[in-house]
């Protein structure tokens, strides 16, 4: 039994998959398999049971599962609190989120770490869906992702800083541009621009605009893979897109965006395995990320780390992992 073993056994536990760990680790099924057999053979006991759709742990593996995830969780702080030991406040520190959070939420903050810890790597990986930051997670490919918060994830704490308003991004020539909100009665008649059904953020619009008497996009409508490209879309002149708001000055060119008070704000946040297993560098760079968003939410918010959560108003745009 290594602690290879253990790692792999735990990853396809939280996942439910051994093709999904295999795909995650760059490794083959077989090899993912051996890890789990090997684990197997030397307890004398079934460890994981097949399904239609992927794996389950049997009661014998749950009980390891729940053993193992603590002790690696431990390990792995203290093997990152020796390295610190080791190379002072030196290292690497991995963020998986959306193509342009980085720009969005975290600009300020980067460059205040970067200089209090000039000597840390850090490493930014895109992933474009929640459940690809929480794979990364699992596997240990991540020590931090930044995402749309959603239901709760086996093996995953999640943990929202802020909340974005939503909006209705139309081009500066349309009906609704000139108003200073739209309600239900407006959202009606818009032709949606559809947002991923599998990403958080659009599977919870889908979820709000029914109980608002507002029908939902069409399977004809066009859709989109982030928010970016659905404003730019509405800007176009080819629909209208209800994306939440980002941080930052709102965007150029002839788009507008209106609030949309009756669509309850989206949280985002941080994703991790275990808060308590941070490294002091990745708790560093998160507590930075959200000083530097509390600050440009006023004096007024606090972070979701504090007393409560803060919103943001402001109408720019980006995207996280949804």
């Known amino acids: 039994m290594t602690l290879d073993d253990l790692r792999t056994f735990v990853a396809v536990c939280e996942a439910g998959s051994l093709s999904a760990v295999a795909r995650a680790q760059h490794r083959t099924q077989s090899a993912v398999s051996q890890h789990v057999r090997r684990l197997e053979q030397e307890l004398g006991l079934r460890l994981l049971e097949r399904r239609p759709r992927g794996v389950t742990p049997?009661?014998?593996?749950?009980?390891?599962?729940?053993?193992?995830?603590?002790?690696?969780g431990g390990?792995?702080?203290?093997?990152?609190?020796?390295?610190?030991?080791?190379?002072?406040?030196?290292?690497?520190?991995?963020?998986?989120?959306?193509?342009?959070?980085?720009?969005?939420?975290?600009?300020?903050?980067?460059v205040a770490y970067r200089e209090r810890y000039p000597r840390v790597s850090l490493e930014f990986q895109t992933e474009n869906s929640s459940s690809g930051c929480f794979a990364a997670l699992a596997a240990d490919d991540a020590d931090l992702a930044w995402i749309t918060i959603g239901p709760a994830v086996r093996g995953i704490e999640q943990r929202p800083v802020v909340e974005l308003p939503w909006v209705l991004a139309v081009r500066d020539d349309d009906?609704?541009?000139?108003?200073?909100?739209?309600?239900?009665?407006?959202?009606?008649?818009?032709?949606?621009?559809r947002l991923p059904g599998n990403s958080t953020s659009g599977s919870r619009l889908d979820s709000q605009l029914p109980r608002l008497g507002v029908p939902p996009?069409?399977?004809?409508?066009?859709?989109?893979?982030?928010?970016?490209?659905?404003?730019?879309?509405?800007?176009?002149?080819?629909?209208?897109?209800?994306?939440?708001?980002m941080p930052g000055p709102p965007p150029a060119g002839r788009v507008r965006l209106v609030p949309v008070p009756a669509l309850p704000p989206l949280p985002v946040g941080w994703a991790v395995r275990r808060w308590d297993a941070l490294s002091p560098l990745a708790r560093a760079f998160a507590e930075a990320v959200d000083q530097s968003l509390t600050a440009r939410s006023g004096p007024e918010a606090e972070t979701?780390?504090?007393?409560?959560?803060a919103r943001q108003g402001g109408p720019g745009m980006g995207q996280v992992a949804e």
Do not use: Y
């Open 175 to 193: 009906p609704l541009a000139g108003k200073s909100a739209v309600g239900p009665g407006d959202l009606a008649g818009i032709q949606h621009i």
């Open 217 to 245: 996009a069409s399977a004809s409508a066009t859709s989109v893979a982030d928010w970016d490209t659905a404003v730019l879309l509405a800007e176009l002149g080819l629909g209208h897109a209800l994306v939440p708001a």
């Open 58 to 72: 049997t009661h014998a593996g749950r009980i390891l599962h729940t053993a193992a995830a603590e002790g690696i």
């Open 304 to 309: 979701a780390s504090g007393r409560g959560t």
């Open 75 to 110: 390990i792995d702080l203290a093997l990152r609190r020796l390295r610190g030991l080791l190379d002072g406040e030196a290292g690497s520190l991995r963020i998986t989120t959306g193509a342009t959070t980085v720009r969005h939420f975290m600009a300020e903050a980067v």
